[in-house]
């Protein structure tokens, strides 16, 4: 039975295009010899082709090929293995960069929609508020507005091996297959002087082939394998009758011509017009993300898409390849990134120390540890990490202050505090200050994952004869107002599990300080919104409707923590700067230093 590995002492490796797998191998020697017992390393599956911190996966099962190959990397691990070290993988199972073509998943779900094979795979509201944007995606990456991007002829239609695709500057999107008629119906008409050939009549059959083709809204399992499966069988019908007839590619490139307009005839963008508004994305003006996005991110970075790992086929297809390299002991450990953005994180957590002990090929230990596994968990105040997660504990961000803290000294806060509030010119209470960003990040960069809650909120509200005369807004101002007294990152209720002291302690909290905050709204509302999220459901509830309620809850714990974030660091800590050192990530500025018993105690807490 392989040995758990537990690292005495870590160094980041950063890798990217400028750092190789190549280079990790020749410093080797020398991390040993400075007493290093595993390489920490940051994430290294493929991202996107100019990323220097490989957050932005776009497979999970291959290896950056910017960072080296497979052979560089095994010798890697072998000099590694030489000198007795092990390696700390970070691992990112939140979510993916969507902002190149390379990466498969989010690109087929451009083209097909809710009816790609990977729509499940993405955390996309194909229903969201807006109509008009029913079974689409909002893509908010134009630099303008829609029309005056169109009619510049920004956005421009290519053809290339059997496919159609839309260019806008550096990025690309795939043209729905459905779709491809807007194009070579023109084609067709360039051809009419070629009836009697051969690849005249082949062309019609691709157009009747395309017209049969199952649509992208399709539900059905076997409807939407028949359009995976007959959609690549035309795209190579049209490539190889390009190769074959000179006539037909020409015929295409004169109706791109046609379709992709001519700017300063604004009506010569129409037909373009109409072949995007048939996609399965809508182009949006990037400033528009904050109120109208129906995917979720991470954080508010529109490049960085959420996956659902809760999804038992999403976390075995990004799983394969560091599974493999548990099971080879490449990786002798694993940093998890925002766990906070997992839907059920205990069960995610259970899930990979079983899978890793599988690849071990030992029987999962009582408490779960088949490998050394830590989570970048925030803690605030006096927030504890979780005892039923199977992990070894945090980054380390909590250490981190507590080391800043004991060297701060405590009484020198009346000077400090009195210097800073002299040179900004008033008073600033920091819970103050953290409570009405958190509130700005909400009504901005935010905002439509407060609207979805509060959408949801009046649907749970509607199956309930006492509350479902409360407004939309009043449920929504419930939310938000809840959200933003929030004293910790995020709550982990699940279904069918008891209810921590600690989660009951902080809902209660925050929706008591909320009501404080807001005595014009009837405390019934929140007392609503209390039980809901203390999982004390109406009794008459179906089954359907039970989990539905359920859903809101999971939902609401995953919206927290990015407010939390926003709100916190990226925002207030940049406006409460009465002493820099204790603004780090997870630092509480209010905290004026630590005294060497209470840093002893934490380490012991740490250590139990």
Known sequence: MPRL???????????????????????????????????????????????????????????NDAIGSRAEYDAWIVELHAHEMGQVLDFVPNHMGISEPQNLWWTDVLENGPSSLYAPYFDIDWQPLKSDLRDKVLIPILGDQYGRVLERGELQVHFESGRFFLRYFDREFPLSPGTYPHVLQIALEQLSENKEEEFYAELQSILTALEYLPRRTEKDPERI???????????????RRCEEAPEVQAAIEKALTIINGT???????????????????????????????????????????????E?????????????????????????????????????????????????????????????????????????????????????????????????????????????????????????????????????????NDINVLGAMFDRLSEENRWYRDYTLDALTLAVRET???????????????????????????????????????????????????????????TDEQRAEHAHFVLKFQQTTGPIMAKGLEDTAFYIYNRLAALNEVGGEPQRFGLSVEGFHQRN?????
């Open 5 to 63: 590995r537990i690292p005495s002492s870590t160094y980041r490796l950063q890798f990217n295009r400028e750092f190789t797998f190549a280079q990790a191998r020749t410093i080797v020697p020398y991390l040993h010899a400075l007493g290093i017992s595993d390489c920490y390393a940051s994430p290294y599956f493929q991202a996107g082709a100019e990323s220097l911190h490989g957050y932005d996966i776009t497979d999970h099962n291959k290896l």
């Open 225 to 239: 394998a028949e359009r995976a499966r007959e959609k690549e069988i035309i795209k190579r019908r049209l490539e």
């Open 263 to 309: 700017p300063g005839d604004p009506r010569s963008f129409d037909s373009l017009d109409a072949l995007l508004g048939d996609q399965a994305y809508r182009l949006a003006f990037w400033r528009v993300a904050a109120e109208e996005i129906n995917y979720r991110r991470f954080f508010d970075v529109n490049d960085l898409a959420a996956i659902r790992m």
């Open 311 to 447: 999804l038992p086929e999403v976390f075995d297809a990004a799983h394969q390849l560091l599974l493999e390299l548990v099971g080879g002991g490449a990786v002798t450990g694993l940093r998890i990134d925002h766990p906070d953005g997992l839907y059920l994180p205990n069960e995610y957590f259970d899930k990979l120390q079983r899978r890793a002990a599988e690849a071990l090929r030992v029987e999962p230990p009582d408490d779960l540890h088949a490998i050394y596994l830590v989570v970048e968990k925030i803690l605030s105040g006096a927030e504890q990490l979780r005892t039923d997660w199977p992990v070894h504990g945090t980054t380390g961000y909590d250490f981190m202050n507590d080391v800043i803290g004991v060297l701060v000294d405590a009484g020198a806060e009346r000077g400090i505090t009195s210097a800073f509030e002299k040179f900004i010119g008033h008073a600033l209470h920091f819970g103050h200050l953290v409570y009405a960003k958190k509130r700005l990040v909400m009504r901005l960069s935010l905002a």
């Open 483 to 541: 959200i933003a007294c929030f004293p910790v990152y995020r709550t982990y209720l699940a279904p069918d599990h008891p209810i921590s002291d600690a989660d009951r302690a902080v809902i209660q909290r925050a929706v008591a300080a909320a009501k404080r905050r807001n005595p014009a709204l009837e405390e019934s509302v929140f007392n609503f919104l209390r039980d809901i999220l203390l999982f004390r459901f109406p009794e008459n509830l």
């Open 604 to 608: 012991a807490e740490r250590q139990a």
